[in-house]
C-alpha cells in the first residue's frame, strides 16, 4: 500500500465542499489522518479566503490511479476541467506525495508547492513532521520551520480555525 497525501482546498461554499471531498476520498482510499482546518487568502488571485488542508490515504492504486481519482471527486463536486489555475475552486485536491516517489511529468512529486506555500507546508508539517522530503532530505517540521524564518514579511496569512463542528455531521 502506498502512503500518499493530498492537499485540499475550496473557496467557494468551502464547509460545503470540504465536507463533500473529505468523505469521497474516505470512501476512495484507507484513510490515516488530516491536519486542522487552515483559513488562507486568495494567493494568485483576487478571490474569498480558502480553508486549506493535508490528509494521509493509503492505496493500491498507482500515481495515475490516484490522480484520475482526485480529479472525478473535484468534478463530482462543480470542479470544472481546464479551469484557470488562479481561480475560485469549490474543490482542489492535490497529490502532493505518493510514497517517496520523485517524479519530474505530471503529477510532478513531490508537489513544488509543498516548498512554496503555507496552507500546504504547515499542515504537512502538523501531521508529518519528522517525515523527510524526498528530494531534499529535511524534515517537513525542519522546512516549516525554515519557511516561516524566511517569509517572516510573507503575504501569505494563515489561521488554524477552531470551529469545524460542521465536519461532524
Known sequence: MAQVFFGIGSNTDREKHIRAGLKAIAKSFTWQQRSRIF?????????????????????????????????????????????????????????????DVIREQQPQLPRGEILENAFVLWPLAEIVGSRLHPLLNVSYQQLWEQYQQTHKDSPQQLEPISDTHWLDD
Not at 488562507?40 to 493509503?58: C, P
Not at 490516484?66 to 479551469?83: F, H, T
Open 39 to 99: 483559513c488562507s487568502a486568495s494567493v494568485g488571485f483576487s478571490g474569498s479566503d480558502f480553508y486549506n488542508l493535508v490528509v494521509e490515504v493509503e492505496t493500491d492504486l498507482s500515481v495515475t490511479e490516484v490522480l484520475a481519482e482526485c480529479k472525478r471527486i473535484e468534478q463530482e463536486n462543480g470542479r470544472i476541467p481546464g479551469s484557470a489555475k488562479f481561480s475560485p475552486r469549490t474543490l482542489d485536491i492535490d497529490v502532493l506525495l505518493y510514497d
